[in-house]
């Protein structure tokens, strides 16, 4: 059950507006991305809150989840990406998956964090 839990809050997102509000365009991005690191999507779910309201993207992953919080009216993201190392150390490819999350925000500065899950056994 080991694995790389990997959280970040971004705040003060210098995106394009439509990157917080539009679950569709958000969601379809993500699988890409996914896909980019090399990790495999299996499923997922994207949805828009009603009125000005932010979005939820989630996208399973084979080795685990990535999912997106938005809040458009403080400009602000959560991202969440765990792997498991279930078929090998995943923890590259969870890295490159942050970094592109990141950057798709452009935030003006953010609160990331790593942790270490499971045990060798």
């Known amino acids: 059950m080991k694995g790389l839990h990997l959280t970040a809050d971004l705040y003060g997102c210098r995106c394009d507006a439509a990157w917080l509000t539009d679950a569709a365009k958000l969601g379809a991005w993500c699988v890409d991305a996914v896909q980019g690191a090399g990790l495999q999507a299996v ?29 458009p009216e403080q400009r602000a993201v959560t991202c969440d990406v765990y792997v498991c190392h279930f078929s090998g150390d995943q923890s590259a490819k969870a890295r490159q998956l942050m970094e592109a999350l990141v950057e798709r925000f452009q935030p003006e500065w953010t609160e990331q964090r790593s942790l270490d899950r499971g045990d060798e056994s």
């Open 43 to 71: 499923n997922q779910l994207f949805h828009t809150f009603p009125g000005a309201g932010g979005v939820t993207a989630t996208v399973l992953l084979a080795e685990s989840h990535v999912c997106l919080h938005t809040w």
